[in-house]
């Protein structure tokens, strides 16, 4: 018999048996003292992990049930809510939060490199490693070499402190390098080529720091390699002083030197030697580093190695060496670098020498002809010591003495030079008198013809266009014989013609109208008597240039005409002086211009010349017809581009006053001038077009002057004219003007057509306008508008003190739009002032002038 109340085997039945950690109470199963049931089973909340102080709290891994609360196993410390061991964990490592980098982790609470496989060399310096990157491992992504490669690692430990170099010379394939701290890996330095595939990196250390040598390829490359470690000496600019002596030569060697400076041609991380230099004299100084092992750089610095750079060069001419020049003043100071291209060092020669100029002249061409010479301008270092006379001229020279062996004409060229040339001869030494110059006569080649008298010296210069001008030259000398000047003697005949030809003639003369370094034949001719003498060369074969001197070859140009009517051919009107003898000249107008000519010579005894005006007495108004069709050519307009004929007349004024000479109704494009007494001088006036093709002028003549009127065409027009010569007896003139007085506001009109034109506006100085001329004295002190504006053409308008002729206050052309003008002035109380209501070029026409204070 059992009692179902309490017996665990049988409890509120039979068979009904309690587990083991529980009691049967009252007929049922309960859970041992400190026990409680969860989940169907009796637990101690106080240890299990699972039921950690309540039913289904569960400890996390690494977490143990203590007193009913989950805590962080032995060793570990509770970041964030996870328990990790602080001495290994990347992300908390040492302390909660402080993680690890990439590549990195943590060990014994400290984080390190991730390196596998390393070789420990120790720290003998120098040392040389060999290996082979074939089927290593990779384990840095080094920040220069592309894709990377296999590699191999070495711990390096510094014995001493001081400056380390490791490279790959010798190596077989693309290698890099790349140093990193041993704790942290952090990159020191990186390298892929330096000179060519090999490596080479630097790093400064202190006293038992350890680097990690990485030794892999560029971009996929692997293979045997050569690493070299040796010590270097720290960078120091400058290493040395250079002393000014002549030539000079320093020799070093860079490759276990620092790397000081790096030159603005040059490379990073290349290690250099440097110089002071001070010039003991001002000139030119040349640097190279001819004769050196190795691909160098050569940089020259103003001062010091921080100064600013004067020249840099990597590789001069077809070498690996280099060359710099400067020109430096007395005591000038200098600090020349020599480096290296991408890290190349090795054995270096510096050399310093003080350019001397060549002699000048240089060579010598003695007294021979014909002879032909060659040589070159291309020398090195070599520069423009003379200047040029005429274009050009600032390359290198080469320079020649010539000595005349007769009195003749003698031609120097460079037919046949490689560049462009310019030829300039002096007279007996290089700084003599300039005797000729040329640029270009045959292409981009030179020609100078000289007259030479027996015994003569002159310095032949063969000079180069541009500062790039050099290379091989050809320099050619000849000699022409000079004939006679004049050749032919024309006496005092009239008309007569007379032909020749100019090919095979020789030149020695220069026209002031024509083209240079065409052949002449010279005639001297004398006037029989006083007139007006046209010669010409129409009927010639070839494109003319005629021109006059005075006597003979020796005179002066007295006129000289290219192309006459049109054409090609020349012709002169010249008044002559009875018995005066001229020098005619029938030129070329270029180099190639030559052949059969036709020479005439002939009296002009018509009307209308210079010396044979036609008198309009002194009436007013008048007009006068003609035509200039037959006329000479004898003057040349001072406005307007003239070689056409003319016809000349002579005016007398009757009475003091602005007179007004016209060819309105003319059917030609003329020119008009009016001289005081005779041709010779500048003409009064002169005005090509007023308003249309025709021409008008006003001048201001007293009674009895005498004046020539000369009714010219523009360029070659002629045929039949107008004059018309009236005095503007009117007012509104600058010796007449309109008083307005001191109303205000105030308006005018009236009109410039038919006014004289007196005085050109300063803003618009080609002005030929007429104009019609004001005086007006202010009210008060203030501010005046004055403005064309309402009038019917393009207006200029001036504003004048003291008249016409005092100082210009204001002058507007278009600030009243439309054409019109406008300006504001500045007066005082009972200032008079000259207003000139004038046109833009030769406009004219209806004006409304207004006159008004300033808004204030």
């Known amino acids: 018999c059992v009692d179902l109340h309490v017996d665990p085997r049988h409890c509120g039945g039979c068979g009904h048996a309690c587990a083991a950690d529980e009691r049967c109470e009252g007929g049922a199963c309960a859970c041992d003292g400190g026990l409680e049931a969860c989940d169907g089973g009796c637990v101690d909340l106080t240890s299990d992990p699972h039921h950690c102080g309540g039913c289904e709290t569960r400890c996390a891994h690494n977490e143990t049930c203590t007193d009913g609360a989950c805590l962080c196993n032995e060793g570990l410390v509770d970041c964030d809510g996870k328990c990790v061991d602080l001495m290994r964990s990347p992300e908390h490592c040492g302390e909660c939060g402080a993680a690890c980098g990439p590549g990195l982790v943590c060990q014994a609470g400290t984080c390190a490199c991730l390196i596998g496989d390393h070789e420990d060399i120790g720290g003998a310096v120098p040392q040389v490693v060999t290996g082979s990157t074939l ?95 040796d010590r270097t000496v720290p960078p120091a600019c400058p290493a040395g002083n250079i002393e000014p002596t002549f030539p000079q030569t320093v020799t070093g060697d860079t490759t276990l030197l620092g790397d000081a400076v790096t030159p603005s041609c040059g490379s990073v991380d290349t290690p250099d030697a440097s110089y002071t230099f001070t010039a ?9 580093t001819a004769g050196s092992a190795y691909d160098t750089v050569l940089e020259l610095r103003s001062g010091s190695c921080a100064g600013s750079v004067i020249a840099c060069n990597d590789d001069t001419g077809d070498t690996e060496q280099s060359r710099a020049v400067a020109t430096l003043s007395a005591g000038q100071t200098v600090v020349a670098i ?85 030829l300039h001869v002096h007279d007996a030494t290089c700084s003599g008198p300039n005797l000729g110059c040329n640029d270009d006569t045959s292409g981009l080649q030179s020609q100078v013809k000289v007259r030479l008298r027996e015994g003569q010296t002159v310095v032949v210069v063969v000079d180069g266009y541009a500062s790039t001008s050099s290379g091989a030259y050809t320099l050619n000398v000849s000699q022409t014989a000079i004939p006679p000047c004049p050749e032919i003697d024309l006496g005092t005949a009239v008309p007569q013609t007379v032909t020749g030809t100019t090919a095979g003639a020789v030149d020695i003369m220069n026209s002031t109208c024509g083209g240079a370094g065409a052949s002449e034949v010279t005639y001297a001719f ?5 007139g007006t003498y046209i010669f010409d060369t129409f009927g010639s074969s070839f494109n003319t240039v005629l021109y006059a001197r005075d006597v003979d070859c020796s005179g002066a140009v007295l006129k000289c005409n290219g192309d006459a009517g049109g054409g090609v051919q020349s012709r002169l009107t010249m008044d002559l002086a009875e018995g005066q003898t001229i020098l005619l000249v029938i030129d070329g107008s270029s180099a190639s211009a030559s052949g059969e000519f036709t020479l005439t010579a002939q009296r002009y005894d018509g009307g209308g010349t210079c010396s044979t005006p036609i008198d309009l007495g002194s009436t007013v108004p008048q007009v006068v017809t003609g035509s200039t069709a037959e006329q000479p050519e004898s003057v040349t307009p001072a406005c307007g581009v003239s070689n056409a004929p003319e016809m000349i007349y002579s005016f007398t004024a009757p009475d003091n006053g602005i007179y007004i000479f016209n060819t309105f109704g003319s059917s030609f494009d003329t020119v008009l001038q009016v001289y005081d007494g005779s041709c010779a001088g500048t003409p009064l006036r002169c005005n090509d077009d007023a308003g249309g093709p025709q021409s008008r002028l006003t001048v201001n003549l007293v009674a009895g002057q005498t004046v020539l009127v000369v009714v010219d065409g523009r360029s070659t027009n002629r045929g039949d004219y107008v004059l018309q010569v009236d005095l503007f007896d009117g007012v509104g003139t600058c010796a007449t003007p309109i008083d307005l007085g001191s109303e205000l506001p105030l308006t005018t009109t009236g009109s410039t057509a038919g006014q004289p034109n007196s005085i050109a506006p300063s803003c618009a100085a080609a002005s030929t306008a007429p104009e019609t001329v004001f005086t007006y004295t202010a009210p008060a002190d203030g501010s005046y508008v004055i403005s064309t504006i309402g009038s019917s053409y393009d207006t200029v308008l001036h504003v004048h003190s003291d008249g016409c002729s005092g100082r210009t206050l204001s002058c507007n052309d278009d600030s009243g739009g439309l054409g019109t003008s406008r300006m504001t002035l500045t007066l005082t109380a009972g200032q008079v002032i000259t207003i000139v209501v004038d046109g833009y070029n030769s406009a004219s026409g209806n004006f409304t002038l207004n006159i008004s204070a300033a808004p204030r």
């Open 526 to 530: 004398t006037a029989p008597s006083a």
């Open 135 to 229: 089927g290593a491992e990779t384990y840095f992504g080094l920040a220069c070499v592309a894709a990377g490669s296999s590699e191999i690692v070495y711990r390096f430990t510094a014995e001493e402190a001081g400056n380390y170099r490791f490279d790959t010379a010798g190596s077989s394939y693309d290698t890099a390098i790349g140093l990193l701290g041993f704790d942290v890996c952090d990159e020191r330095a990186c390298n892929d080529d330096r000179g060519g595939p090999e490596a080479s990196a630097a790093v400064s250390l202190e006293e038992g720091e350890a680097i990690l040598v990485v030794v892999t390829g560029y971009n996929g490359a692997q293979g045997d390699f050569v690493l070299r470690i």
């Open 280 to 288: 003991p004299r001002a000139g030119r100084y040349i640097f190279d």
């Open 338 to 422: 020599v480096d290296g291209i991408d890290g190349d060092s090795g054995p270096f020669t510096l050399n310093v020498t003080e350019y001397v100029p060549p002699p000048c002249p240089e060579l010598t061409l003695g007294s021979t002809f014909p002879q032909t010479v060659t040589g070159t301008t291309a020398i090195m270092d070599r520069e423009s010591a003379l200047s040029s006379p005429c274009s050009g001229g600032s390359g290198p020279e080469a320079t020649y003495a010539f000595t005349a062996p007769a009195d003749a004409l003698y031609t120097f060229d460079t037919f046949g030079t490689s560049f462009d040339t310019v």
